[in-house]
């Protein structure tokens, strides 16, 4: 049943997206947006002379501060999606309904064209000579008769040609008529086919099958729309004795939280500081968000099942990431709930804290996921599962073509990064590859507040104030007035104090996505290979 999986969630990623594009937050960022844009447009169109010069800079001034309230609500739109996890599936109802997929056995009545019409039958009295009059009486019959008789071979000779004519006419109606017929049937079987399918589904559902009870739970977590750089990613198995669901859900790596807090311009420096989000406020954010998505999933299973055919929830949370101590790649386990049916029915999620209910369902959270601290699961997947109704499904990857920065080729990710910059209004140069990734030498155009610019970029380990570093001492080295640093890895909170005061701007792997999205329409995703562990 993959197709009827691609085609709800196709359906709830549009709910999803109509019902964020109103949000109040999103509303507000796109007005400060367009602000920000015109406050550039008007600089860029001041005159360069001296008696403007004063005007000029207020408008200088004016667009930098209004970039910067533009950061500060992409910073607050990106918290108020992340705040609202829980809540936001909340008004959803996760239930499916399987006989939507089901498809009408209504074919298209037969159309016979142009050979439903017979051509007009030859009659003798249009070919029939006029009798004779005047002097042609005077004559006699005898022209007369030569006139019939030639007359009388032409009407035979029409009307031979008419009868073939529709001869041929009825046996091409006949054939088409066999082929519609043939078509006709071919059709019908194929939507009766497809419909016994989605019967056979659904009863399968009902009647607990388990292999079709792990499908149809893996349709309802693959129409939970997230925000794009989770990676959805998840593992189920189903115990019919039991009654029981095993989840193991992979969780969003902690650079989902931002972590500027705020972006401030100074217009003595001319200087965009990004202030640095506490690690305590991070690590709250995502042990919540850990928590919401937890009981966002069991939520959505809970709902979703109408036939009550699961009594016991079991979900392990784990995490795919590189560990910043060592360079490896982990998967520790970061939250661990095992809860049955009733009880976690009976809570009303809509004015719980995340945290607390967890805890009050006697769940275990790691106090420090940012940290990669592991917790020892309530459920060991591989040795409680039933290998023969597990089954693996990474949603992104299945049905998203959506290209991964992480995998692309070399050349395809510097013409990316150059394609977006040169959107945006730089002028790039030719790409120089290095151990650390790659660099270019850029121009920005704009009168004044162009000049130089230095651009590195990195998919491998977060940038840290080394880096951070580097791109300054390159900036001063080439003469340029800016640098921009792109780390898809992410980017440490060392790296925003290392620039404090500098022209440089740093852009994670989140917000390359979403620049690339806005100005170059490219929806592309951040998926770690080395993550994705395949059922042999």
Not at 266 to 277: E, G, M, Q, T
Not at 361 to 388: C, I, K, N, W
Request: glycine letters at 6%; proline letters at 6%.
């Amino acid at each position: 049943m993959g197709i009827i999986r691609d085609m709800q969630r196709v359906h709830a990623t549009q709910a999803a997206d109509a019902q964020r594009a109103n949000t109040a937050a999103a509303q507000q960022r796109d007005l400060i947006r367009r602000n920000a844009d015109l406050a550039i447009a008007a600089a860029q169109q001041a005159a360069s002379d001296a008696e403007r010069e004063r005007e000029q800079r207020r408008l200088y001034n004016e667009a930098r501060t209004a970039g910067a309230a533009a950061a500060n609500a992409e910073v607050r739109a990106r918290l108020a999606d992340l705040d609202a996890l829980l809540l936001s599936t909340l008004d959803v109802d996760d239930h499916i309904d399987l006989q939507i997929f089901k498809k009408p056995v209504t074919v298209p009545p037969f159309d016979p064209g142009p050979l439903a019409t017979a051509a007009p039958e030859p009659v003798w009295d249009r070919y029939l000579p006029p009798q004779p009059r005047g002097v042609g009486k005077i004559l006699g019959d005898r022209l007369y008769q030569q006139q019939t008789a030639g007359a009388r071979r032409n009407y035979e000779q029409a009307r031979a040609r008419w009868s073939e004519g529709e001869e041929r006419r009825r046996r091409q109606l006949a054939a088409r008529r066999r082929a519609y017929e043939e078509s006709r049937r071919k059709y019908e079987a194929k939507l009766v086919a497809y419909n016994a399918e989605v019967d056979r589904f659904a009863a399968a559902v009902a009647s607990a099958d388990p292999a079709s009870v792990v499908e149809y739970f893996a349709m309802v977590l693959g129409n939970s729309v997230y925000p794009d750089d989770f990676p959805q990613h998840f593992r189920l198995a189903y115990l019919p004795k039991q009654r029981h669901l095993l989840i193991e859900y992979h969780l969003p790596p902690v650079e989902v939280v931002p972590v500027v807090k705020e972006y401030r311009y100074d217009r003595v420096r001319d200087d965009l500081a990004a202030i640095p989000r506490d690690q305590s406020e991070i690590r709250r954010r995502y042990v919540e968000i850990i928590a919401q998505v937890t009981l966002r999933t069991v939520h959505e299973i809970v709902e979703a099942d109408r036939g009550a055919l699961v009594g016991q929830i079991s979900f392990n949370g784990i995490v795919d990431t590189i560990d910043r101590r060592t360079g490896r790649f982990v998967r520790p386990c970061l939250v661990s709930l095992k809860t049955d049916r009733e009880t976690f029915a009976a809570i009303k999620l809509r004015r719980v804290d995340p945290v607390a209910c967890l805890t009050h369902l006697q769940g275990v959270l790691s106090p420090t996921p940012d940290e990669l601290s592991a917790v020892q699961p309530m459920v060991d997947f591989d040795r409680d599962a039933d290998r023969d109704f597990t089954e693996e499904f990474n949603v992104l990857a299945e049905i998203d073509e959506r290209p991964n920065l992480v995998t692309m080729g070399a050349d395809a990710w510097e013409l990316t990064l150059a394609d977006l910059f040169g959107v945006m209004g730089l002028q790039m140069g030719r790409p120089v590859r290095t151990a650390q990734g790659a660099r270019w030498h850029a121009t920005d155009p704009r009168p004044v507040f162009g000049g130089p610019v230095v651009v590195y970029a990195t998919r491998g380990v977060p940038a840290g104030a080394a880096a951070a570093h580097s791109l300054a001492g390159a900036v001063v080295a080439a003469g340029a007035t800016k640098g921009i640093l792109v780390a898809l890895g992410g980017i440490d909170a060392e790296a925003y104090e290392a620039v404090a005061g500098r022209p440089l701007e740093l852009i994670d792997g989140p917000a390359l996505v979403t620049l690339l999205a806005k100005y170059s329409g490219v929806k592309a995703r951040i998926e770690h290979p080395e993550h994705v562990v395949r059922v042999s």
